[in-house]
């Protein structure tokens, strides 16, 4: 359980120092979308996510069945080393071709039998995750136990060291009135900061070595490891596991619907076991609107949406605010077989794209970007973060989630732990309930994103697109229900807005789907203290305080139009695409040209943005952005609030944050000066 662990009990074994792991993770990312078509349903739950109340109960657990004898076969070249992405895929192949392996180190006698010693003594095994629900998302079946040679993928969260020293550096890079503001680090000097500690290197080492685990892999930080094993195996080291397989139509995911555990000197060790638990969440997006092909009627019609012209004019960006630096970039996510076509972006910008110079090429795809059809989500992502961020280089992370045991977003994380160069902003529309998130996952992905401010990066993600969600505690009673990564303390959260016309550029209103609220597990920020004090202080009507925690990180921190948009996906212009995942590639493509002007001055990229933001008002910089102060967003739908959350108000509030970017003024304030 998360919080006080055991002593580790190092037994008579010595503890030589280990020599350095190598190696890179190579999987790329995960995505859940945010983006949605009218008619809008009015769901307070995600997919994927806790049931509310009334809703079907989660798959019953299958029956516990034996696992079948398996042989125990001594390896001839045991490594103590992690071997690197290139040895990895050497050793596999050789094992398949009958051979040894090749690039890795013999282990010293005397940790051969430490190794064999702790595969064989029993002793206390705890749950790392027992907070950690398990439930099959809608549409899902049960499919039967996997075989016992059949391999799953499982990647080790190995405790880091120097995280309160690594919050107050990202306090200090990230506050503009800070001397070291701006003074990132390097991936290298992350690593020497967060490592894991010789002793927990070499703890974990020495418990796979002793199950026969060898296929594995580290990241740059060496703060994870990756490893393919049998599920056999995997159940002996992780007692208490079952490896399940679970259908989707064509796709197939494995998973424990049981609790794993690990021998109790490990728990002060590791953080969690990734690909035990967790299905990825997604949401299609779909638009309402019949497929046409006629790209003249597209052109006709394409004021009755929202286009790349629309968001200029609303934003009050020029044809002339495009990138210009070689050396800047932005990145945008895709998970679960999401893909965009060159074709789509290039037919798009055709459309669109003819008010500013642009590119209708994607620089860079790191990951699997597959030949089926284009996703709407993914299509939707890459034409406006390339719209608004026009002219600047663009990657897109695609992380299919190909394997059964895979978390793809968890997967996105390790890369970029094992990445020296980044983009410097990055654009995610991915979330899941925290109640459906063991809090040991949720802390250890937090301080992923410290680890990314920490290197100057800007971490945006979609509000949701669910309000301020609703679930039934145990009393019966209502909560609304917070969303993460929305609610991490060290992204900045993107909610949504509608014009106040659908038909005209116009002032805006809330966008009801808009995901916002406060955080039941991390505490609100220093930054926005004042800020949400003011809102609690001065709205004119607050739900009843047993809905949501006031003392928690409150989002979003900003929004943007999330209604109605335009997109290309398989060479067919399509109308009223709507959701917070459109809002916030929106965002990241403004934030990614401030970042050109500040790169052509010798200054550094923006970084974590939220301190800076919520001082833009006490500097009296409050006019970059424009304050919403209409509409409500959706929420329980019960006697006590009757499916209303929190209203927009002047000033922040959790519905659509500071407002809508006013893209001259926030470059004013957030560029050179």
Known sequence: MPGARPAADQGPCPEPAPPPIRGHARSPPLRRGHARSPPRRRSGAMPGARPAAGAAPAAPRPPRAPAP???????????????????????????????????????PAVLALCAAAWSCAPGLALELERDQPFRVPPGWAHAGRVD??????????????????????????????????????????VRDLVQPSPATLMTVLKWLQGHGVEDCWSVTTLDFLECYLPASVAERLLPGAEFHRYVQGQRSLVRSPLPYTVPAELAEH??????????????????RAGARKDTQLARAFFHLGVTPAVLRQRYNMTGGDVGLLPNNSQACAQFLEQYFHQADLAEFMQLFGSGFAHRTQVDRVVG????????LEASLDVEYIMSTGANVSTWVFSNAGRHESQEPFLAWLLLLSNMSALPW???????????SLSYAYMERVNTEFMKAAARGLT??????????????????????????????????????????NPFLVTEEVTDYISGGGFSNIFPMPAYQAAAVGHFLRSASKLPPSSYYNSSGRAYPDLAALSDNYWVVTNRIPLPWVSGTSASTPVVAGMVALINDR????GLAPLGFLNPALYQLQKQGLGDAFYDVIQGCHLSCLDGTVQGQGFCATP??????????????RLLRALGPR
């Open 69 to 107: 004898p398996t042989r125990h076969r001594r390896s001839r070249d045991r490594c103590f080393g992690v071997p690197t992405w290139r040895e990895s895929r050497a050793r596999t192949r050789d094992r398949r071709r009958g051979g040894m392996a090749r690039g890795c180190w013999g282990i």
């Open 148 to 189: 016992p040679g059949h391999p799953v993928q499982l990647t080790f969260a190995l405790r880091q060291r120097g995280t309160a020293r690594l919050a107050r550096l990202v306090e200090a890079v990230s506050d503009p009135q800070s001397p070291r503001y701006g003074q990132y680090l390097s991936l290298e000097q």
């Open 270 to 287: 590791l953080d969690f076991v990734g690909g035990m638990h967790r299905f990825p969440t997604e949401r299609k997006a779909a638009s």
């Open 368 to 375: 699997r970007q597959g030949h089926g059809k284009a996703g």
């Open 425 to 435: 902003v990055h654009s995610v529309s991915y979330g899941d309930d925290e109640d």
């Open 459 to 500: 971490i945006l993600f979609a509000s949701g697109d669910d309000g301020a969600g609703c679930r039934r505690v145990h009393s019966g009673n209502h909560t609304f229900r917070p969303s993460f990564p929305a609610s991490s303390p060290y992204v900045t959260t993107v909610g949504g807005t509608s014009f106040k």
């Open 598 to 601: 500040r790169l052509q001055r």
């Open 651 to 664: 000033d922040w509030d959790p519905v659509t944050g500071w407002g809508t970017p006013n893209f001259p």
